[in-house]
């Protein structure tokens, strides 16, 4: 079982920074593979991938809205998940959730919301000018 907590949404200009955490509890990196990925709702629309990790890091995977702006990345030590997001759009404006996996291919990452077991309560992302 595992506990998933996001943290580090707020409000932000077009062009600029924002940082996501994503807290997991119940077992630990160092000695589960687990893989992770984010998502995001804006009002109005379904849930959309965002960006994935395998579990042994090997492999990363992200949606064509956001390539080369949005970077995830793993901490084993705090057993934390980071979305490191620049140059953000007013299209980026949603409900960002974290989600994890203890099952499939741990090489692959995996795009497919029924594939992630485990969710965050999610944190709001603003962009506005």
């Known amino acids: 079982q595992l506990h998933v907590a996001e943290s580090g949404g707020g409000s932000v200009q077009p062009g600029g920074s924002l940082s996501l955490s994503c807290a997991i509890s119940g077992r630990s990196f160092s000695d589960t593979l687990i893989g992770v990925a984010w998502f995001r709702q804006a009002p109005g629309n379904d849930r959309e991938f965002v960006a994935a990790l395998s579990p042994t890091d090997f492999s990363e995977n992200y949606a064509e809205s956001v390539q080369e702006r949005f970077t995830v990345t793993r901490d084993i030590a705090k057993n934390t998940v980071y979305l490191e997001m620049r140059s953000l759009k007013l299209e980026d404006t949603a409900v960002y959730y974290c989600?994890?996996?203890?099952?499939?291919?741990?090489?692959?990452?995996?795009?497919?919301?029924?594939?992630?077991?485990?969710w965050g309560q999610g944190t709001q992302v603003t962009v506005s000018s």
């Open positions: 989600a994890a996996r203890m099952t499939g291919p741990p090489n692959t990452t995996s795009r497919v919301q029924h594939a992630y077991a485990y």
